[in-house]
């Protein structure tokens, strides 16, 4: 099974940026979709977003435009832009991937629909 490795992770004060980086640790061409999702201490993996082999983009609603998914779905290399970081996001951050088609009615954003998970890259905002 292909291993996700993030990178990125960092300490900043609200307002300030990060920009997580996802790759595969080996080549296995030909993935269907890529997401970030995050978990804080004590509660469930939470969608961030996702992108998908036609460039279609999905982000969660807390999103609000600060946040932008870009990369090479193909290849898994995928980054995650984060801009006026907030407190409320501290939490590790997780690349996930899967390299199967899927039911165009599921919800990309639910930590089911796939199949390799990276070990996660922390994100802490100070205020």
């Known amino acids: 099974q292909v291993q996700l490795v993030e990178s990125g992770g960092g300490s900043v004060q609200a307002g300030g940026s990060l920009r997580l980086s996802c790759a595969a640790s080996e080549f296995r061409g030909g993935a269907t979709l890529v997401g970030w999702f995050r978990q804080s201490p004590g509660k469930d993996y939470e969608g961030v977003a996702a992108i998908e082999t036609d460039g279609a983009l999905t982000y969660a609603d807390f999103v609000k435009g600060r946040l932008t998914i870009s990369g090479d779905i193909y290849r898994v290399v995928v980054s995650l832009e984060m801009r006026d970081l907030k407190p409320e996001d501290t939490a590790m951050y997780y690349c996930?991937?899967?390299?199967?088609?899927?039911?165009?009615?599921?919800?990309?954003?639910?930590?089911?629909?796939?199949?390799?998970w990276g070990r996660g890259t922390q994100v802490t905002v100070s205020s």
């Open positions: 996930a991937a899967r390299w199967r088609p899927y039911d165009l009615s599921s919800n990309r954003l639910s930590p089911t629909l796939y199949t390799s």
